[in-house]
T-cell receptor, first 112, second 113 residues
Framework: DGGITQSPKYLFRKEGQNVTLSCEQN?????MYWYRQDPGQGLRLIYY???????QKGDIAEGYSVSREKKESFPLTVTSAQKNPTAFYLC???????????FGPGTRLTVL | KNQVEQSPQSLIILEGKNCTLQ??????????LRWYKQDTGRGPVSLTI?????NTKSNGRYTATLDADTKQSSLHITASQLSDSASYIC????????????FGTGTQLKVEL
């Protein structure tokens, strides 16, 4: 899991509630990413940020929002607009060497 | 559309045996190919990374091969151990800005006694 932490490990949410997933890294990486993993599917990119105060939508950004106010932190908010939010969420960061992405331990979100 | 396909979807082998996992991709332009190991409920961990000019890369009992002409890669695991039980994910990076990755769905490997 390197120097990337995600919290909480498990999260339960009622329908209609927004929740925020935390991602912190101490690797001094400029770029950070959020992915969603569902059974039988490859990881899908939600949002990414290549530098502080800047971020771009990935392939499945609808119903999600992010911020990048600090280099170390890239929180993801799952809003009530996300129709099927139950999934395993992975945060990653990358530096300049091969652009290799290092992943956090993940947060499993369950909507009740 | 960029795609990465892996086979088999799942595999069960006895401890000590070898196995080979396959990955075919259509990502273009190609930058590099990585194999990740993901334990259940954890984040993926990188095993190998290969660029266009590399056709083999080893990491302990893991050996990856790449044929950029046929757009195929394999991951060979030698003398399997119980701790090798995990999902193995092939990931291809597209050349150019943004570090865009295309993920395979993974091969679920189970090593039994």
């Amino acid at each position: 899991d390197g120097g990337i932490t995600q919290s909480p490990k498990y999260l339960f949410r009622k329908e209609g509630q927004n929740v925020t997933l935390s991602c912190e890294q101490n690797l001094n990486h400029d770029a950070m990413y959020w992915y969603r993993q569902d059974p039988g599917q490859g990881l899908r990119l939600i949002y990414y940020s290549q530098i502080v105060n800047d971020f771009q939508k990935g392939d499945i950004a609808e119903g999600y929002s992010v911020s990048r106010e600090k280099k170390e932190s890239f929180p993801l908010t799952v809003t009530s607009a996300q129709k099927n939010p139950t999934a395993f969420y992975l945060c990653a960061s990358s530096g300049q060497v091969n652009n290799e992405q290092f992943f956090g331990p993940g947060t499993r979100l369950t909507v009740l | 559309k960029n795609q990465v396909e892996q086979s088999p979807q799942s595999l069960i082998i006895l401890e000590g045996k070898n196995c080979t996992l396959q990955c075919n991709y259509t990502v273009s332009p190609f930058s590099n190919l990585r194999w990740y190991k993901q334990d259940t409920g954890r984040g993926p961990v990188s095993l190998t990374i290969m660029t266009f000019s590399e056709n083999t890369k080893s990491n302990g009992r893991y050996t990856a091969t790449l044929d950029a002409d046929t757009k195929q890669s394999s991951l060979h695991i030698t003398a399997s151990q119980l701790s090798d039980s995990a999902s193995y994910i092939c990931v291809v990076s597209e050349a150019g800005g943004g570090n865009k990755l295309t993920f395979g769905t993974g091969t679920q490997l189970k090593v039994e006694l």
